[in-house]
């Protein structure tokens, strides 16, 4: 399209290109987005490579993971340090993979991480229950909660150890007709 | 760096991975695709965003269970149907007659009479459709008897009888396509081996940014838990079958002693009020004059909730009891018309407000009915005659030939037109149903939930919790209602076409209102259930009322002679012969011919058990089908567990 932007390298670009699912359009979009959030932390000329973080509450506060009951959880799986606080890298990674480009297995690989409450690679009893309760926002009794949980591992654990692995997970989320 | 690799591998291979050479075309058809699947969801998007009040019933479906707004899908689906209807006689009975018919006052049939001009613009009576409201287009009465009406030579009576007969065809047609589709459905892939998984990490949907909808979907994801876990309980319960077996004959007998009471009861009121009437009723007080209503009226209104206590004994999966909630209460109000009918076989009172037994009751008494008839039209022409030979004074004798002295046609006597009064009563009952719905959800629920509500404070108990507490959404009495009022209008849209038009009226704000009133006043239930995925079980109910409806309609056309004096049938001895006139007059004479050949019984006996055996076929092999899927299914799910 030959418009001349100040932002990154073409090398950088490229290098996002082909790292992430995006174009080149949606890339600066993102880019613009992610300034947005707070001017005067990010620096509009990428070409140096600064070394910029923003912090989870500026991320959360974004429309399109506000109302989303685990946005706390998907900050801190895509940001480096663990903790919710997210580079560009981290932010266009982010949303790559939940865009709708992203293949089923790669986006089943982020989901469990993201259920994975206590990052132990597996998802135990208390980390569904967790999930139950985000989802829910606490309106089921504990008793519900504890049947809908038994029932999970009934169905999805294949391995019988009590808790779902990677394999567990993904075995019963590529049959779901709704995973997105 | 992991990156570097990945793209120093890239360069190595990069003739043989499509970039390179290829690029432009490759780029292209990602391009196309891309667009492609964006003009897919946009479409896919402006058909979901074309259906009506898909977002109030999805509202619903989020805070109440998917029983409730089955409900509203179901209404959403009369109003389909009912728009059809409206299309067919609005447009080719009622548009023609106003365009092209003779206008207003140009013939008798078509003119207030002169008795009755002084009120016939007066709100009230044009509320109880009278007056001009009944000579319009309204009603049967007011359609000329002319084989052709205007410059198109519009078929009039030919139009009218063959839109009562379609409007009946159609919805038959319809009712048994969706239960045919519903059944469908019904046997296709019902895979729940990952349910409680799938609704645990699949339910969000990582599309919503905006809190309202948001709301929606947390309150839709519980209730879907919530509709699951009951699911899971009944599974699990464990059942002393002998105990069950014997509270569930207990809970049938108790309900078929209720419905024998109340059968009962309305001989009783009913055998009572003829005393009264016998002795005059100026010397009884309203009680006496309105028992017959007011005891129908409140058995309506308190049998359903015993039916609702008697099922708590019964202990079923609540889609099931619920079901068989409907069926007694449907079985209430039929034994409570046919008692009523029966007590009324020996009075010959023709101005009962149940219009409905009127017309079964013209059914049973068929014969005589004729007989009455012929004897009152002959009273009335003859009377006729003696006021047209009084106009002329006995000055021309009667054999010649004299022009006719203008008459206005308001001053003609008229004979009897009992097409147009029982349209008028259908009419009259279909408003009154409609108010009455309409005020007592607006007592019923919106006043209970304000009382409960506001005086919550000031009062010695806890109001939310006990009685009364907010109202729940009542499913059956509901379907129900809307049920029967289907029945009156496919009854009475032969002898009133603006039926179908006051119910699409009426439908459309009962939506609205009803919408409104369960989001307002109404609590979910304690157990939310699953609806069944068909609504078969409607359909069921609506096509043996459809059934029951056109049965009088088809037996007045085929027995019953028109009214002489109004009506597209006038003159005629039966409604079917303007079929004959048809044959005779517009098609050519060997298409007459061949229909007679058709119509001959020893032709049609053997069709109809031609029909049957194939009806007997199709179902066995289909009851086969089910089997092998059955036995199908079964393999994959083992092969899958290996």
């Known amino acids: ?180 | 760096s992991c990156y570097r690799e990945a793209q120093l591998f890239v360069e190595k291979f990069e003739g043989a991975l499509g970039k390179g050479k290829g690029k432009k075309f490759y780029a292209y058809k990602v391009m196309m695709t891309k667009k492609w699947m964006k003009f897919q969801r946009d479409f896919e998007n402006f058909k979901t965003a074309c259906i009506p009040w898909e977002m109030k019933i999805k509202e619903i479906e989020s805070h109440f269970g998917s029983s409730v707004a089955s409900y509203f899908i179901f209404l959403r689906w009369m109003y389909g149907i009912n728009m059809i209807l409206f299309g067919l006689t609005f447009g080719l009975v009622m548009v023609p007659e106003a365009l092209m018919g003779k206008p207003y006052g140009s013939l008798p049939r078509k003119t207030v009479p002169r008795a009755e001009e002084a009120t016939a613009m007066n709100f009230a009576t044009l509320w109880d459709f009278s007056g001009f409201a009944q000579y319009s287009v309204l009603f049967y009465g007011y359609y000329n008897n002319q084989r052709t009406i205007g410059w198109l030579k519009f078929r009039m009576p030919l139009s009218y009888f063959l839109v009562g007969v379609g409007t009946i065809g159609y919805s038959f047609m319809i009712v048994i396509r969706t239960m045919a589709r519903n059944a469908n459905e019904e046997g296709g892939g019902d895979d729940t081996s990952f349910n409680f998984s799938w609704k645990m990490f699949t339910s969000w949907d990582y599309l919503i940014g905006n809190p309202e909808t948001a709301d929606n979907k947390f309150a839709s994801i519980t209730t879907s838990f919530k509709e699951a876990i009951v699911e899971e309980q009944e599974s699990r319960k464990e059942e002393n079958i002998h105990l069950t077996r014997f509270l569930r004959v207990l809970a049938n007998f108790l309900a078929l002693c209720t419905l024998a009471g109340s059968g009962y009861l309305i001989f009783f009121v009913v055998r009572r009020s003829q005393k009264f009437a016998l002795e005059g009723l100026e010397n009884y007080g309203w009680w006496e004059r309105n028992e017959v209503n007011m005891v129908m009226s409140l058995l309506g209104m308190f049998c359903p909730t015993l039916f609702d206590v008697i099922s708590s004994l019964e202990n079923y999966h609540p889609r099931i009891a619920l079901r068989w909630q409907l069926g007694r209460i449907f079985a209430l109000f039929l034994g409570n018309l046919y008692t009523f009918i029966i007590a009324l076989m020996d009075e010959i009172n023709l101005k009962a407000r149940y219009l409905l037994p009127f017309i079964i009751f013209n059914m049973q008494l068929g014969k005589d009915e004729d007989f009455q008839q012929l004897e009152e039209e002959k009273i009335v022409k003859y009377n006729m005659t003696i006021w047209e030979a009084s106009l002329y004074n006995g000055t021309i004798p009667e054999n010649s030939t004299a022009p006719p002295i203008q008459v206005d046609p308001a001053d003609v006597p008229r004979g009897p037109c009992w097409e147009t009064m029982v349209g008028q009563e259908f009419v009259r009952l279909t408003v009154s149903d409609t108010m009455t719905t309409y005020i007592t959800i607006l007592i019923g629920d919106f006043l209970r939930a304000v009382f409960v509500r506001f005086f919550n404070y000031c009062w010695c108990w806890d109001l939310e919790y006990g009685f009364p507490s907010y109202s729940e959404f009542d499913i059956s009495g509901n379907v129900l209602g809307l049920i029967f009022n289907q029945g009156m209008i496919w009854m009475g849209s032969f002898y009133a076409p603006c039926l179908p038009a006051i119910n699409v009226f009426r439908l459309h704000t009962s939506m609205y209102l009803q919408c409104w009133a369960v989001m307002c006043c109404n609590v979910p239930q304690e157990r939310v259930f699953k609806a069944s995925r068909s609504n078969n079980f409607y359909m069921a109910m609506l096509l043996f009322i459809l059934f029951l409806s056109t049965l009088p309609a088809v037996y007045t056309i085929v027995s019953i002679p028109p009214s002489f004096d109004c009506g597209p049938f006038s003159g005629k001895t039966r409604m079917f012969e303007v079929i004959s006139e048809t044959l005779e007059h517009d098609f050519p004479s060997w298409f007459g011919k061949v229909f007679g050949y058709a119509s001959n019984p020893g032709l049609i006996l053997p069709f109809i058990l031609l029909m049957v055996l194939s009806i007997y076929y199709l179902n066995a092999t289909s009851k086969s089908y089910k089997e092998a899927n059955l036995e199908l299914k079964k393999k994959l799910q083992s092969v899958r567990n290996r």
């Open chain 1, 1 to 180: 399209m030959g418009n001349k932007q100040t932002i990154f390298t073409p090398e950088q670009l490229d290098a996002y290109q082909d790292c992430t699912f995006f174009t080149r359009k949606e890339i600066l979009r993102l880019f613009h987005r992610y300034r947005d959030l707070a001017p005067q932390l990010v620096p509009p000329d990428y070409r140096d490579k600064p070394d910029v973080t923003l912090p989870y509450e500026l991320i959360g506060s974004m429309p399109e993971l506000k109302d989303n009951p685990f946005r706390q959880r998907i900050a801190e799986v895509f940001s480096e340090g663990g903790d919710g606080n997210m580079t560009l890298d981290d932010f266009l990674d982010m949303f790559s993979v939940l865009s709708e480009m992203a293949p089923r297995d790669l986006k089943a690989y982020y989901a469990f991480k993201i259920y994975d409450f206590n990052n132990d690679d597996y998802i135990c009893k208390s980390d569904l229950e967790k999930t139950v309760n985000k989802l829910t926002r606490n309106e089921l009794t504990p008793e519900e909660v504890s049947l809908v949980c038994e029932k999970v591992i009934y169905e999805a654990d294949v391995d019988n150890d009590g808790k779902l692995s990677l394999e567990d997970f993904q075995h019963m989320i590529t049959r779901a007709p709704d995973f997105l």
